[in-house]
């Protein structure tokens, strides 16, 4: 579903919408079948409720857009803490080798 321009621009539009309101947004990718994003809730919305959020927003939008119904992302997320410098290097190399035409992360 991913792989559709269409949908992965849903899913890249979500992510800048409140990027730099209510997280930081340091790196991401839209993979055909799953996303891979890197970022710091900065605000009062926790991790999971953010995540919440976009899947829920997309969710609606690409099902709108494909005229379709139905569950589009997996219940549960895996998130990983960054515990250092050298750790959020290495998550932006392995976002950005991903895929190098769609992804995106600062300098």
Same mark, same amino acid.
């Given at each position: ?30 993979m ?44 549960e997320? @895996?998130? $990983?803490? /960054? &515990?250092?410098? *050298?750790? @959020?290097? $290495?998550? /932006? &190399?392995?976002? *950005? ?11």
């Amino acid at each position: 579903m991913l792989a559709d321009e269409r949908c992965r621009t849903i899913v890249e539009d979500a992510l800048w919408h409140f990027a730099d309101e209510r997280y930081a947004l340091y790196a991401y990718v839209v993979m055909p079948n799953h996303v891979h994003v890197l970022f710091m809730p900065t605000g009062d919305e926790s991790l999971s409720a953010t995540v919440m959020n976009w899947k829920r927003f997309t969710a609606k939008a690409i099902n709108r857009t494909m005229g379709r119904e139905g569950p589009l992302w997996q219940k549960e997320s @895996f998130d $990983t803490l /960054i &515990r250092s410098d *050298r750790h @959020f290097q $290495t998550v /932006i &190399r392995y976002i *950005r080798k991903n895929d190098l035409k769609k992804a995106w992360s600062f300098g």
